[in-house]
């Protein structure tokens, strides 16, 4: 009896759990887009046809355009100019039944011509050198001919144009903003069009990545088979081949207290769409570290999925010992690279040297790239094959000059690119950490250069040939089996 007591009195501490269907984006938003006041009235319509564009390409908003505005605005009797401020957005959006308000106002544009390297190095050739009396004469001419020149565009083929704003999502319903994110272009090149055609190009992009953050995807996992998942939401709410979303479980609400509170569901992968039909899509578990199943919440993922960290590696060939720091592209797809730089130590032999002075250790710094192709790929384990392409530098000093009464000793550079082939393999340990084990084998060994070199301000050529002794020049030739073994960290931008 006194067990079902304990039980009863748990119960009512604890409150009995309610799993929380998952929330689902089943409707557009209706949005509305405003520019505001500003004497730069022409770059502010551009740049709201823009954000209208793009959010109307995201496929996840009704928008509304200025011919169905006007017509609202005529029936209301209302004016509007096509500049507003933030009260006035709320009063036309209230009109037209938007559920929201993006409002767009520009702080900054200019375009100025600006010289180019060469012609500043020109001018700097051609200032002629003057005393005192020469420089204020030249200064006074100078503002004459500046005061003259005011509005001609000395430099029309070389455009500098900048672009700031500021860009708030208002909450029709209720006048507050939601959110907002800046804009900044800035370009320079060419005549003033292409300058500026750059430069919105720059805006585009940024619309488009801030449009797609304010109003993310929510979606529910239909069914589960293996590998493979059904989604709800298609086409019809701009679900695209390559959407990324983040599964999670369901929310549970709990009375605690004679209080009711929600417990956050748990994450426990990440599923990528493949292909989809109007209202419903097929996507691919990209990694998971628990069961996924259907009902689950699918919240979608706009930065994308990156991974990075360190390894270390060494050759047996040539005792070469290096730390790598990398970053992967697409690191759970079938294919997929690898950005790095390495810094380390490699030994180097000179052929008429003796057994004792035979090697020498050389600093190594390098940076290169990996493609890799994934042959057996699933949640917890991958293995593949990989091509690297490092590029190392090479330094160390040389053996000076004899003879010189200085003994000038200097630091030399040679830089070596060693194509490699081999297999990659890489273990989650938790949901966002990874081994990674790898072994290659150096197809080749080219010295870029062929011969040790230094540089010297005082000397004419940019690139002077070491000087060795009669041990002969320190030779590095990559060569055998490499092996390495490092982490990686998974995160979401």
């Known amino acids: ?76 009797k209302l004016q509007h100019s096509g ?58 001419v100078k503002a004459e001919i500046d005061k003259e020149m005011e509005n001609v565009e000395r430099y029309p083929n070389n455009i500098h ?14 006048g507050e903003s939601e959110a907002s994110f800046s804009i900044h272009a800035d370009h320079t090149g060419g005549v003033k069009a292409k300058s500026l055609s750059e430069a919105l190009k720059q ?16 979606s529910e996992i239909l069914d589960v088979r293996g590998g493979d998942v059904t989604l709800l939401l298609g086409k019809n709410m701009g679900v ?19 209080r009711e509170i929600t417990i956050p ?41 990156f991974a990075g960290g360190i390894s270390g590696i060494y050759g047996s060939g040539n005792r070469n010992m290096r730390l790598r720091v990398f970053g992967n592209y697409k690191p759970f797809h079938r294919f997929g690279w690898t950005g790095y730089i390495d810094i380390g130590t490699v030994t180097s032999y000179r052929e008429y040297a003796s057994n004792s002075d035979l090697e020498e250790q050389n600093f190594q710094f390098g940076l290169g790239v990996d493609l890799n192709y994934r042959l057996i790929r699933t949640s917890p384990f991958s293995l593949g094959g990989i091509l690297s392409f490092p590029f ?13 009464e200085n003994n000038e000793v200097h630091t030399v550079i040679l830089p070596v690119f060693s194509p490699r082939v081999g297999i990659q393999s890489e273990i989650m340990v938790s949901p966002s ?20 070199t230094y540089s010297d301000d005082d000397e004419e050529s940019s690139s002077l040939s070491a000087h060795w002794d009669s041990r002969g020049e320190p030779k590095i030739k990559y060569s055998g089996f490499q092996f390495s073994i490092g982490i990686r960290s998974v995160f979401i931008n």
């Open 83 to 140: 500049v507003v401020n933030p009260d006035q957005a709320i009063e036309i959006g209230k009109v037209a039944g938007a559920n929201e308000a993006l409002f767009i106002s520009i702080t900054n544009f200019g375009q100025k011509g600006v010289p180019t390297e060469k012609q500043e190095e020109k001018d700097e050739e051609e200032e002629p050198e003057t005393g005192l009396f020469g420089w204020i004469v030249k200064e006074v």
């Open 203 to 218: 805006v585009r992009s940024q619309m488009y990545t801030n449009l797609k953050t304010l109003y993310k995807l929510s």
């Open 240 to 258: 695209k081949p390559g959407t990324l979303f983040e599964i999670i479980t369901r929310e549970e609400k709990r009375v605690v207290r004679d």
């Open 265 to 305: 569901g748990k994450s426990v992968g990440f599923v990528e769409v493949q292909t989809m039909s109007m209202d419903a899509s097929e996507g691919r578990v990209l990694r998971k570290w628990d069961d996924i199943e259907p009902g689950y919440q699918a919240q979608e993922i706009t930065g994308g999925i």
């Open 392 to 404: 190392d530098f090479h330094s160390r000093s040389d053996d000076g000059l004899y003879g010189n």
């Open 433 to 452: 950490l990874d081994l990674v084990f790898r072994g290659e084998y150096v197809l080749l060994s080219k010295n870029l250069d062929n011969k040790w």
């Open 161 to 174: 144009t900048v672009i700031d704003g500021e860009v708030r999502l208002i909450n029709v319903e209720t």
């Open 1 to 76: 009896m006194k067990i079902i007591y304990f039980v009863i009195t748990i119960i009512l501490c604890i409150g009995l759990a309610q799993e929380v269907a998952p929330e689902v984006t089943m409707e557009r938003k209706k949005l509305i887009i405003l520019s505001s006041e500003n004497k730069d009235s022409d770059i502010s319509k551009k740049i709201t046809q823009i954000a209208s564009s793009t959010a109307t390409q995201l496929n996840r908003y009704d928008v509304m355009d200025r011919s169905q505005l006007d017509r609202i605005l005529n029936e209301q």
